[in-house]
Nanobody, 115 residues
Framework: QVQLVESGGGLVQPGGSLRVSCAAS????????MGWYRQAPGKQRELVAA???????NYADSVKGRFTISRDNAKNTVYLQMSSLKPEDTAVYYC?????????WGQGTQVTVSS
């Protein structure tokens, strides 16, 4: 059974940067497409970015050019580097497979962009 644990969220000012991490345990996720998702208050959860096993990436239009997804298969970890953050990026950020598997939603990590 895989466990996905997100970390690295926090409070950051507009224009700032933050990196969130997703550590997988239980088995390797290196062969799977992984995604970062977010859910803002009152809104549906949405896909932010995805990365294939070979490193190909895809981004939501709202974060293109500002966010970078990456993975370290040796560490069984997926990252989301966020730059030029905006208040509208405020949300709980989750990682999961892509497409997501409901069993593997974790607690997420809160990212708040505010001055």
């Amino acid at each position: 059974q895989v466990q996905l644990v997100e970390s690295g969220g926090g409070l950051v000012q507009p224009g700032g940067s933050l990196r969130v991490s997703c550590a997988a345990s239980g088995r390797s996720v290196s062969i799977y497409v992984m995604g970062w998702y977010r859910q803002a208050p009152g809104k549906q959860r949405e896909l932010v970015a995805a990365i294939t096993s070979g490193g190909n990436t895809n981004y939501a239009d709202s974060v293109k050019g500002r966010f970078t997804i990456s993975r370290d298969n040796a560490k069984n970890t997926v990252y989301l580097q966020m730059s030029s953050l905006k208040p509208e990026d405020t949300a709980v950020y989750y990682c999961n497979f892509h497409p997501p598997v409901s069993l593997y939603w974790g607690q997420g990590t809160q990212v708040t962009v505010s001055s």
